[in-house]
Structure formats: C-alpha cells, structure tokens
C-alpha cells in the first residue's frame, strides 16, 4: 500500500480468505484438501485441536470474478478488500461433510493442537470475513455450495473419483 501511494499506482490490497476448489494441495497444511485427500485413500481424517473452530470456504471459481471488477472499481483504489464467503462451518462439520459427500469410510481423528504443533499453540475460534466492503464495491456471483466444491475438489485429486451425474 505504502509502494503504491509513493509511486501514485491505482492498487487493490486483496485479502482472500479459504479459496479453495479443483487441483489444490493439502502440501502446506491446507485443511479441505487435506480432508478431500485422506477420504479418498481411506486414511483417518485428522482435525486439529477440538474441532470447534469455525472456517468459511469459497469456491476459487466464484472468487476469481471479483478480481477484474476490482481492479476496473476507481472505488476499490487503495482500499483492503476481503474477498471469499461468510458461511462458517466447523472444522469438525467439514470433516463430516467431506466423508459424507465422498462416501468415505475413513475416520475422524481429533488430534490436539499441542500434539500437531507443539505447546502453547493458538487458534483463532472463528474466522469470517467481513465482506461488507466488497459487496459494496462489485458484485459477487452465488456461491457455490460447499459439497460441490468437494466433489470438483476430489475428481481433480483423483482420476478413479466417480461423478454422480456421470
């Protein structure tokens, strides 16, 4: 913001929130892939910490719409944008709905964050976004709902993932 305001440059500050959708990684810890990958192979589904902690998820491909109209908004111009979906789920309820929805077996572990990360870890309980200021701004298309952003999600990661209206 600082560089931008320096050199007089027309700059969004965009701060995205759980994007997620087709092709990601767990690799660095990213929880639905993580999930998605665990229930696909069988493996136990393993929740950090208590599982209460509340997430919003937005789907990449409703997300990527808001950034060329961002960036086309005189409004927008130097101003912190949060961008992603205001629905919270608990990491437990993902854990469920990623089972469910990939008609998985696999178990749900919850694994204290002091055993996961060491002692003296801490969490926020919940984290949602205020998209007051976007929503304003632009206009956000429906969200997709979650269980199909899991389903696009699983298929990516996995050829053998049978599609239910296929």
Request: hydrophobic residues 40%; glycine residues 6%; negative net charge.
């Amino acid at each position: 913001m600082a560089f931008a305001l320096e050199h007089d440059l027309p700059s969004v500050i965009v701060r995205f929130f759980n994007t997620v959708g087709p092709r990601q990684r767990g690799d660095w810890g990213m929880v639905l892939p993580r999930f998605v990958q665990a229930a696909l192979s069988g493996s136990p589904i393993e929740v950090h910490g208590d599982g209460k902690q509340k997430r919003c998820f937005a789907d990449v491909r409703d997300v990527v719409g808001a950034l060329p109209q961002l960036l086309r908004s005189p409004e927008a111009r130097g101003l912190p944008v949060n961008l992603g979906h205001d629905e919270s789920i608990s990491i437990s309820e993902l854990a469920e709905l990623v089972r469910n929805v990939l008609n998985s077996e696999s178990s749900i572990q919850i694994i204290p964050y002091n055993e996961v990360w060491g002692r003296g870890f801490q969490d926020l309980q919940e984290r949602i976004p205020d998209l007051t200021r976007v929503r304003n701004l632009v206009s956000l298309p429906p969200s997709r709902p979650l269980a199909e952003t899991i389903r696009d999600l699983a298929e990516s990661l996995s050829p053998f993932f049978p599609r239910e209206d296929s």
